[in-house]
């Protein structure tokens, strides 16, 4: 175990894009678990597009940060957290962690399948995939499925799931040709597109000429508007992010076709995973079989080192990542 423990703080507020500037590394003693208490090193953490909404005021400044992780018990003075327990929390972007059980759940042990997975297709991110389709969308066979953020980490997931629940042809659009050519190469996708190639609804008409039925919306903006002018009657329009906002505070407003809402009987919907944790099992138990079998892959970007946190954040928010964004202890 290192002597030094470093948690990332916030130092100051952006507009736009967030630089390496709005943080800063902070060193302390590696904090000693009270009685009740585990303290956690940790291994794995997740960096995320909400980070980028927290930083415009939920995060307090010169404060850690929160974001999930996952570490090891390494000393401990609860029964309920033996030493060695690997623990997924939410006191995120620091080395260490002291946590209470009730602050933490400890991993299912499913032999076969790497620990990253727990914070990617397994985690948070899978199962914003898995609720968008099966309880917001509720897709049934044989739809055809439209994914904005198709590469990234909840847009691949989608896409993998919406195949394995017996999905029609699935679309996705992505911000560059090298991802464009991983989600029909690699992702199960049937076609795809760049977003930056021309206005998405055009682009979108190319590639779903006979329309889709649902359309899982990672970005906002002008895929929403494409997407509503695309959709089939009884479609459905899922809402799960806006991150073509995060770094644009003048956003100009959505556009959308309103009267196609009715006309075609179209329900737009909205969901925060958070809301949705009594899943998780259902999420185990339909995606670690594919994850064995080999049907399913974790797409992950995995950056070595916590010193890179920020990086590896900014990176993310740019669209460096494909799949999920991670970082790994050294
Ligand atoms: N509702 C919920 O509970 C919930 C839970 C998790 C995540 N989310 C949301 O889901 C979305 C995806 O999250 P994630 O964790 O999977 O992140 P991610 O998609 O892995 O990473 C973010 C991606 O956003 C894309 N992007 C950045 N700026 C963009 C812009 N102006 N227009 C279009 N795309 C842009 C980039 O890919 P490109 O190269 O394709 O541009 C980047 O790779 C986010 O909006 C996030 O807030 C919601």
Not at 312 to 320: D, K
């Amino acid at each position: 175990m290192t002597e030094i423990a470093l948690t990332v703080q916030q130092t100051a507020r952006p507009t736009g894009f967030p630089t390496a500037d709005h943080f800063r590394f902070a060193e302390s003693p590696v904090p000693v678990p009270e009685s009740g208490t585990a303290l956690v090193e940790n291994l794995l953490w997740s960096v995320d597009p909400y980070h980028r909404e927290m930083m415009d005021g939920d995060f307090a400044l010169n404060a850690p940060l929160e974001g999930r992780a996952l570490g090891r018990v390494v000393a401990s003075r609860t029964p309920e957290l033996p030493e060695g327990e690997i623990v997924f929390h939410r006191r995120g972007w620091r080395t260490h962690a002291v946590v209470g059980p009730a602050e933490v759940r400890r991993l299912p042990h499913h032999p076969g399948v790497p620990l990253s997975a727990y914070l990617s297709v397994l985690g948070g991110t899978g199962l914003t995939a898995y609720i968008a389709l099966t309880r917001v969308a509720r897709l049934r066979e044989g739809e055809d499925v439209f994914v904005s953020g198709a590469a990234g980490g909840v847009g691949t997931a989608t896409g993998r799931f919406a195949r394995l629940l017996g999905a029609g042809r699935v679309i996705g659009s992505t911000g560059t040709e090298e991802k464009v050519k991983y989600l029909t190469g690699q992702a199960g996708f049937d076609t795809a597109f760049d977003y930056r190639a021309g206005p998405v609804a055009g682009l979108l008409g190319e590639a779903a000429p006979t329309g889709i039925d649902v359309f899982v919306d990672n970005v906002g903006g002008d895929h929403l508007g494409a997407a509503i002018g695309a959709l089939r009657e009884r479609g459905r329009a899922v809402r799960v992010g806006t991150i073509s906002q995060y770094n644009t505070p003048a956003a100009p407003p959505v556009l959308f076709d309103h009267a196609a809402v009715v006309e075609k009987s179209l329900r737009i919907e909205g969901f925060l995973v958070k809301h949705y944790r009594d899943v998780q099992d259902e999420l185990y138990d339909f995606a670690v079989p594919h994850l064995r079998s080999g049907a399913l892959t974790a797409d992950e970007t995995v950056v070595d080192g916590f010193e890179r946190i920020v990086a590896a954040f900014l990176m993310m928010l740019r669209g460096g990542n494909t799949g999920k964004t991670l970082v790994r202890a050294a």
